[in-house]
């Protein structure tokens, strides 16, 4: 897949920390949605499909990773 647009809108979560340590951005794309460091805007980021994005979330929430 293409790297998003590195001017994109992407955002941070509400839980992360006010000092930008150990973040994460997000964007929103048609197909699903992207990561990237919030360190390292330059650099790669990851990205899901909708239905994927939904269940890596539910493994984390479930605490089935780690």
Do not use: V
Request: include cysteine; charge should be negative; proline fraction near 5%.
């Amino acid at each position: 897949m293409p790297q998003p647009h590195k001017d994109a809108d992407w955002f941070k979560s509400s839980y992360s920390s006010q000092q930008g340590d150990n973040c994460i951005e997000a964007l929103r794309l048609t197909s699903g949605i992207a990561i990237r460091d919030s360190k390292d805007k330059s650099g790669p980021s990851l990205q899901f499909s909708a239905d994927a994005w939904q269940s890596l979330l539910a493994e984390i929430k479930a605490e089935r990773l780690g």
